[in-house]
C-alpha cells in the first residue's frame, strides 16, 4: 500500500473527529503502517478506546493545545470552521486534508477501487462484497461503516491491489476518489443541508461515474429509475442489476421462517446459482445482486460469491437481533431515512411476532425538516411508534422542527404514536406496552440502540 502523498517528515498524523467510524478505519490504517497518530472527539468510544488499545494518542474534546506537535491534520466533512483545532492548524501552518481528500490519496496506491455508493445500503453492500472477495483470498483492503465479524471491526489492511470502501455523497466526498469499479445501488433525497434538490443529488452521482476509467465498471440499479438517468453518459462498462429489471436479476424468491430470502440469480434470463441470504428482506435481496454484479465484472468464480454471499449475516446496527426478553425480540437497525425505515418495517414482518412496537430517533434537524412529510408516512406497518428526541449529532438546535411535532403528524395518520423526551420514560412505557411475542425494533443512526440494550439489562 503506497503513502507517496504523505511527505517524508509527516510522522505524526492528528484526526479531528477521530471516532467516526471512517476516521478511525484510516487511522488504524496508518498506525499499520507505522505513523504516529493522534486524534480527538466530543465522547469516548467503543472506537476510540481500540485506537488507544492499538497506540493512538487519544483526545476527548476538541483543544487548540491537541494539534501542536502535528505534521498533518486530518478532518472529517462534519467539523466547523470555527474548531479550535483546525484553527490552530491554520495558525500554525500545519498541512490540512479532509478525509475524503486524504481516503482518496490512499486508495491511489491500488489499481481495484471499488467504491460503493448510494442513498441507502452502502454498508451491507460493502460487507456482503467484502466476505465474497475474502472468501475469493484476493486479500483486499477494506474500510466499512459499521461493524463486521468477519474482520473484527471497520477495518482490514491488505495488501494487495484491491481496496472496498463506502462511498459517500454527503459534501460530494466521493468525487475525490479514484474508483474502478463503482456500484450505485439507489438516488433519494438526503442531506438537503448541502444539496439544492434531487437533480443535484442526481448531477453529482453522474460526476462518481465519470471517475471511472473506460476499463472500469459501474454498477446500476435497474430497478431505480434515477440510477438509470446515468446510464450512457460515462465510459466505462455498466452492469445492471435489479429484483425486477437489470442484467442480474433475482428469480423465484422464497423467505424462510425469519424472513430470509432464497432466489436463483440469474443473467440475461440465464441461471447462474441459488443463493440463500441469512439477512431479512427485499432491500437486502438487491444489496445482494449489487455485490454479486460487481464480483462478476471482478471475474470471481461463482463458487466464491455463493460462499461469500451465505457466510454474511449482517453488520452490526443492520437489523442486528440483540437479545431477547420476556419473550420479546429486541432489534436494532441503523435506517435513519424514511425509505429504509419502511424497509427495516417490511424486513420486520415477515420476522415472527404478535406486534411491532418501534422506537425511532430522529438523526438531524435539517434531515427531519426537509423530509418531514416522508417521515410521517413510513412508520404504517408498525403497531406502535415511539419517538425520541431528535438526535442532533453536527447540528445546532433548530426548533422549527421537533419529535413532537413529527409524533402528532404521524397520528394524523393513523398510526398510534408518542414522543418522550428521555430514554428512561421511554423504557418505562416500553414495560408497559410490550407483550411476549412482541418484536422491538429501535431505529436511528444515533444512539438509540441503548434503549433495546437496557432493557434486556434490566430484565436480565
Known amino acids: 500500500m503506497s503513502f507517496n502523498f504523505i511527505k517524508d517528515n509527516h510522522k505524526s498524523i492528528h484526526f479531528i473527529g477521530?471516532?467516526?467510524?471512517?476516521?478511525?478505519?484510516i487511522a488504524e490504517i496508518l498506525i499499520n503502517k507505522g505513523y504516529t497518530v493522534s486524534?480527538?472527539?466530543?465522547?469516548?468510544?467503543?472506537?476510540?478506546?481500540?485506537?488507544?488499545?492499538?497506540?493512538?494518542?487519544?483526545?476527548?474534546?476538541?483543544?487548540?493545545?491537541?494539534?501542536?506537535k502535528s505534521d498533518l491534520v486530518v478532518y472529517t466533512a462534519a467539523i466547523a470552521e470555527d474548531n479550535p483545532e483546525l484553527k490552530k492548524a491554520k495558525e500554525l501552518n500545519i498541512e490540512l486534508m479532509d478525509r475524503a481528500e486524504f481516503l482518496g490519496k490512499i486508495m491511489n496506491g491500488h489499481k481495484y477501487n471499488i467504491g460503493v455508493a448510494g442513498t441507502h445500503g452502502k454498508t451491507t453492500t460493502t460487507s456482503m462484497l467484502s466476505h465474497i472477495i475474502l472468501k475469493a483470498q484476493l486479500d483486499p483492503t477494506i474500510l466499512v461503516g459499521g461493524s463486521l465479524d468477519i474482520i473484527d471491526g471497520n477495518v482490514r489492511v491488505g495488501e494487495s491491489e484491491y481496496f472496498i470502501t463506502e462511498a459517500c455523497e454527503y459534501k460530494a466526498s466521493f468525487l475525490k476518489f479514484p474508483p474502478y469499479l463503482g456500484i450505485i445501488l439507489n438516488i433519494e433525497?438526503?442531506?438537503?443541508?448541502?444539496?439544492?434538490?434531487?437533480?443535484?443529488?442526481?448531477?453529482?452521482f453522474l460526476e462518481f461515474t465519470k471517475l471511472i476509467p473506460n476499463d472500469g465498471f459501474v454498477i446500476l440499479n435497474a430497478d431505480d429509475p434515477r440510477c438509470l438517468n446515468l446510464q450512457n453518459k460515462y465510459i466505462c462498462n455498466t452492469k445492471t442489476f435489479g429484483i425486477k429489471n437489470g442484467d442480474l436479476k433475482a428469480k423465484n424468491i422464497v423467505y424462510s421462517n425469519n424472513g430470509c430470502p432464497s432466489f436463483d440469480v440469474t443473467e440475461n434470463e440465464k441461471k447462474l446459482f441459488h443463493i440463500s441470504l441469512?439477512?431479512?428482506?427485499?432491500?437486502?435481496?438487491?444489496?445482494?445482486?449489487?455485490?454479486?454484479?460487481?464480483?462478476?465484472?471482478?471475474a470471481i468464480e461463482h463458487k466464491y460469491i455463493v460462499e461469500g454471499i451465505e457466510s454474511f449475516y449482517g453488520t452490526h446496527r443492520r437489523f442486528e437481533i440483540k437479545g431477547s426478553t420476556q419473550g420479546v425480540t429486541v432489534i436494532d437497525d441503523y435506517a435513519h431515512h424514511p425509505t429504509e425505515i419502511k424497509a427495516t418495517l417490511e424486513a420486520s414482518r415477515n420476522f415472527p411476532h404478535n406486534k411491532i412496537v418501534c422506537v425511532f430517533q430522529p438523526h438531524t434537524y435539517s434531515r427531519t425538516k426537509s423530509l418531514f412529510k416522508e417521515f410521517s408516512q413510513c412508520f404504517?406497518?408498525?403497531?406502535?411508534?415511539?419517538?425520541?428526541?431528535?438526535?442532533?449529532?453536527?447540528?445546532p438546535l433548530d426548533e422549527s422542527v421537533s419529535s413532537l411535532m413529527l409524533a402528532e403528524e404521524i397520528s394524523q395518520n393513523g398510526v398510534d404514536c408518542v414522543n418522550f423526551h428521555s430514554f428512561e420514560e421511554i423504557l418505562q412505557n416500553l414495560k408497559k406496552t410490550l407483550e411476549e411475542g412482541d418484536l422491538l425494533l429501535t431505529v436511528g443512526a444515533g444512539d438509540v440502540y441503548l434503549i433495546g440494550e437496557m432493557l434486556l439489562e434490566q430484565n436480565s
Not at 477521530?18 to 478505519?25: A, R
Not at 408498525?382 to 442532533?392: F, Q, R
Open 39 to 68: 486524534g480527538s472527539d466530543r465522547n469516548s468510544s467503543k472506537s476510540t478506546e481500540k485506537l488507544s488499545k492499538l497506540g493512538a494518542t487519544i483526545f476527548i474534546g476538541h483543544e487548540a493545545s491537541n494539534v501542536i
Open 18 to 25: 477521530i471516532g467516526g467510524v471512517s476516521m478511525s478505519g
Open 278 to 298: 441469512n439477512v431479512p428482506g427485499n432491500h437486502n435481496i438487491s444489496n445482494s445482486l449489487a455485490s454479486i454484479a460487481a464480483a462478476l465484472c471482478l
Open 380 to 395: 404504517t406497518l408498525a403497531n406502535k411508534v415511539i419517538l425520541a428526541d431528535i438526535y442532533a449529532a453536527r447540528e
Open 189 to 204: 433525497e438526503d442531506h438537503l443541508d448541502y444539496y439544492k434538490d434531487i437533480h443535484h443529488i442526481e448531477d453529482t
